[in-house]
């Protein structure tokens, strides 16, 4: 089997567009929440996210559909980054492309007339073709990329929620190591910052309603935490075996030693109470890394910051690794917010930290430890001593999917 390498990252998120200032303010422990700005939530109990503060430059063709859709346009400008960073050029057949987001979500905000939804005119100015869609496929990016930059021998979108984009991840991984594919370029990108994505997470009960705590309101496994604080952005990574990589001098970021994978199946937006799936994917990336759990220097939890997430996760971490008072963890959700199909690859970003700068980020949020929250929590931001690094990712539906970063050694 081939050693994989990370070669190219690209981020756009609400702590930085860029991979150097994304590390700059995870370092310092910077939090990109505040009051929603995207549209008018007087209305609503839930008033704060994560937003990207500078949308990027684009063409007017990709701000054709970034002006409907922000999260075209994350996905577009982190693909980029990542491509330049790795000397790409074109997309050929040898090239995997698989990028992850969420269910789609149709933004009202852009079919009203007189303040009032109208579905004669949805149906005349929109499903016409007189006006863009309500809502791009989710597909548009790959279509996008592959029109620019030419067609890979295959592209996908996997659409399974919060854990979508580390499971493009896993796939591309696997595919390069198999030799499959030569080059795999993989990430997600999501935004759910409008009216019917605040709404209906906030109908679900997932959302904070504690504005007063401002940036720190995401509090993942704190004692007080009540719901998660909804992001944005995209991540996107170039995976080449480490025998190509070294071959054409590229720069190596981080090598991918280990994914898991698992289904939970027990309910559509609660994890397993006894934790079996997160523990099943944890082990099984541990299998497929060949690691003991010894191993491991660092866990960046999934952690939402609401009730169940939080105590069944740490519940897990616990129970696979009996040696959790010795393994610094945190969860960086308190800064970026939940990215949703984004998340794991924007915590796959954040690992790079500690492998490239020495630095484990912080949970900064975190004041009083939960019941049952119990881990060797990080509140400010540490030196890091070690090889490898976990990263977690929960979803809807009992997804699950664990993924184990190496520092990169000849």
């Known amino acids: 089997m081939k050693r994989v390498v990370i070669t190219g990252f690209g981020i756009v998120s609400a702590i930085g567009n860029g991979k150097n200032d994304f590390w700059e303010s995870l370092a310092k422990g910077k939090s990109g929440i505040g009051k929603i700005a995207r549209f008018d939530s007087s209305t609503y109990e839930v008033k704060l996210s994560a937003e990207v503060k500078e949308n990027p430059i684009y063409s007017n063709e990709i701000k054709y559909y970034a002006d409907y859709d922000p999260k075209v346009g994350f996905a577009y400008t982190a693909f980029r980054e990542a491509i330049e960073q790795a000397k790409i050029d074109r997309l050929d057949k040898d090239t995997l492309l698989h990028l992850g987001t969420s269910l789609e ?162 309910n559509l937006t609660a994890p397993s109470p006894t934790g079996e799936g997160a523990k099943l994917a944890m082990l099984a990336a541990l299998k497929n890394a060949k690691l003991s759990i010894d191993d491991i220097h660092y866990i960046n939890a999934h952690g939402t910051s609401t009730f169940l997430n939080d105590e069944i996760e740490a519940t897990a971490i616990r129970d696979v690794f009996q040696n959790w008072k010795n393994i610094p963890v945190s969860s960086t959700k308190s800064l970026t917010g939940h990215t949703i199909g984004a998340s794991g690859p924007v915590e796959m970003g954040v690992c790079l930290l500690p492998l490239l700068k020495g630095l484990i980020p912080p949970n900064p949020s975190l004041e009083k430890v939960g019941k049952g929250c119990e881990l060797n929590h990080i509140t400010q931001t540490t030196k890091f001593h070690g090889q490898n690094v976990l990263s977690n990712s929960f979803g809807f539906g009992g997804q699950n999917a664990t993924l184990i970063l190496k520092k990169y050694e000849n």
């Open 105 to 266: 979500t149709f933004d009202l905000s852009h079919i009203t007339c007189g303040g009032k939804p109208n579905l004669k005119i949805i149906a005349k100015e929109f499903i016409n073709g007189n006006k863009p869609p309500l809502q791009f496929p989710l597909d548009t990016p790959v279509e996008l990329i592959s029109k620019e930059f030419g067609t890979p021998g295959r592209k996908l979108t996997n659409c399974s929620a919060c854990v979508a984009g580390a499971q493009t991840i896993g796939h591309a991984f696997g595919a390069i190591r198999q030799g499959e594919f030569s080059l795999a370029i993989c990430g997600g990108f999501d935004s759910m910052i409008n009216p019917l994505g605040i709404g209906g997470f906030q109908l679900l009960g997932a959302l904070t309603t504690s504005t007063k705590l401002g940036a720190k309101a995401c509090r993942p496994f704190d004692s007080e935490r009540n719901g998660t604080v909804l992001g944005e952005g995209a991540a996107i990574f170039v995976l080449e075996s480490l025998e190509k990589a070294k071959t054409e001098g590229k720069e190596i970021l981080a090598e991918i030693v280990g994914y898991g994978s698992s289904l939970d199946a027990y």
